[in-house]
C-alpha cells in the first residue's frame, strides 16, 4: 500500500528528481574484523575499514554503518545465493547476517537541487567537503531514521524503513515545493 | 546545534544522540557476598554532578555504537568523548584547550 502510494506521488511530473529505487537484496552483517575480512570474500567488495564510507563493486554494495555493521546491497532476487556464499565464507567466524531486503524503501534524489532539498530536514552538513562521494552513514531526516548515501555528487541514495517511506516522500514534496 | 564528537564517526549533531546514564558504574563481582544495601546503590544510586561528570552516551541515529564522555553539568560543555573500555582521561588533560 506505502509503495503505491509513493509510486503514485513519485509519478508526477514535478517528481522527476525522486525516485523509488527497484527492489533490492539487503542484508545487515555484523561481525569483528576477522569476519569483516572473510565476508568480503564471501560477497565480491572488500568491505570500507574507514568510517561512514562505502564500497561498490558493479551492482554490490557495502556500506559501514558502525564500527561492527555494514549494509549490503544486491540486485533482487540474490537471497539465497548471498546467503550461502557469505555462510560459507564465515566458516569458524562469529557473526550474524540478517535479511532485511523488504524492511526498507530505497529512494534516490538527484540533480543541481538534491543537496539543500535533502539539507532541509537532514542535521548534517552536506556539501562536499563534509559529506564527499562516497560517504554513507545511518542519520535523520525529519523525524524518520534513513541511511543516507551519495553515489555521485548529485545523486543521494535513502534507505527508509518502509513505514517511514511515505512520510519521508511527502516531506520531500513538501521541501521542494519552497526551494 | 549542539555538536557531539563521536568516537567513532567524528562530530554530529547532537540530535542524533541519546543519553544513557553515569558511566563506570561497576556492577558487583561476587553476587552471593553482596548485601542488598550495595545492590540497591549499584542499581539506583548515581551521582548529582555539579560540574564535569563521566557518563554514556549513544549514538544511536548513526553508528549505534555507546562511549563515555566527560560532560560540564554547569555549560553542557563536552570536555572529552572516548569509546567504551577505554579509561577516563584525565580532567587536567582535557581542560586545557
Known amino acids: 500500500m506505502v509503495d503505491t502510494a509513493i509510486r503514485r506521488t513519485v509519478g508526477l511530473p514535478a517528481a522527476a528528481w525522486l525516485e523509488v529505487v527497484p527492489s533490492a537484496t539487503r542484508f545487515i552483517l555484523r561481525g569483528a574484523a576477522g569476519a569483516r575480512a572473510a565476508a568480503g570474500e564471501g560477497f565480491g567488495i572488500s568491505f570500507p575499514e574507514t568510517a561512514c564510507r ?3 563493486d558493479g551492482d554490490r554494495s557495502a556500506l559501514w554503518l558502525g564500527p561492527d555493521e555494514q549494509l549490503l546491497l544486491a540486485p533482487d532476487g540474490q537471497v539465497e545465493r548471498i546467503e550461502a556464499s557469505l555462510a560459507h565464507a564465515l566458516q569458524g ?5 540478517v535479511d532485511v531486503s523488504h524492511r526498507q524503501v530505497g529512494l534516490s534524489v538527484h540533480g543541481p537541487h538534491a543537496e539543500p532539498l535533502l539539507e532541509s530536514q537532514c542535521p548534517l552538513p552536506l556539501n562536499l567537503r563534509d559529506f564527499p562521494v562516497g560517504m554513507c552513514t545511518r542519520t535523520v531526516f525529519g523525524k524518520a531514521e534513513i541511511v543516507l548515501w551519495r553515489p555521485a555528487e548529485q545523486l543521494f541514495r535513502l534507505e527508509v524503513w518502509r513505514s517511514f517511506s511515505l512520510y519521508v516522500v511527502q516531506l ?8 | 546545534m549542539l555538536l557531539i564528537q563521536c568516537p567513532y564517526c567524528g562530530l554530529r549533531p547532537e540530535l542524533e544522540f541519546a543519553y544513557a546514564g553515569q558511566a563506570h558504574v561497576a556492577r558487583p563481582a561476587d553476587p552471593s557476598t553482596t548485601s542488598p544495601e550495595q545492590w540497591a546503590e549499584f542499581l539506583y544510586l548515581r551521582n548529582n554532578t555539579r560540574g564535569i561528570h563521566a557518563e554514556r552516551w549513544r549514538h544511536v541515529r548513526g553508528c549505534a555504537r555507546f562511549f563515555n564522555a566527560l560532560r560540564d553539568t554547569t555549560t553542557d560543555h563536552f570536555l572529552a568523548t572516548y569509546r567504551a573500555g577505554e579509561p577516563m582521561p584525565a580532567i587536567q588533560a582535557v581542560q586545557q584547550p
Not at chain 1, 567466524?93 to 547476517?97: I, T
Not at chain 1, 520531500?172 to 526551494?179: D, N, S, T, Y
Open chain 1, 172 to 179: 520531500l514534496h513538501e521541501v521542494a515545493r519552497e526551494l
Open chain 1, 93 to 97: 567466524h562469529a557473526y550474524s547476517l
Open chain 1, 54 to 56: 562505502a564500497a561498490t
